[in-house]
């Protein structure tokens, strides 16, 4: 098992940047496939970018193609979503999310996400 703390949230003006860090507990981190994820207010949650177990491959939604950035340090057990030129249309919480895979690619599905953080608010100001 692995347990997610998220951090890094907060109040930032449109344009601005912001590095949400997700550490995770355990010792087996380099096995776990990692993703952030946000919903914002009456929408469905959805993937923002992903990484493999390794972090040799990783996956951006399209909107935030270009602006934002994954990373994962398996010797620091963290996983890391640098945030730059925010909008308002990035506002919402983010999660950080695990799963434990044995294939080293990242993982897309939601569903098959079995560990979740508690969620960091991130809200950007017009």
């Not at 952030?36 to 193609?65: C, D, H, L, M």
């Not at 934002?68 to 945030?83: G, K």
């Amino acid at each position: 098992q692995v347990q997610l703390v998220e951090s890094g949230g907060g109040l930032v003006q449109t344009g601005g940047s912001l590095r949400l860090a997700c550490a995770a507990s355990g010792r087996t981190f380099s096995s776990y496939a990692m993703g952030w994820f946000r919903q914002a207010p009456g929408k469905e949650r959805e993937i923002v970018a992903a990484v493999s177990r390794g972090g040799a491959r990783t996956y951006y939604a399209n909107s935030v193609k270009g602006r934002f950035t994954i990373s994962r340090d398996n010797a620091q057990n963290v996983v890391l979503l640098q945030m730059n030129s925010l909008q308002p249309e990035d506002t919402a919480v983010y999660y950080c999310a695990g799963t434990l895979t044995t294939v080293s690619d990242y993982v897309l599905d939601l569903k098959r996400y079995a560990y979740w953080g508690q969620g960091t608010q991130v809200t950007v100001s017009s």
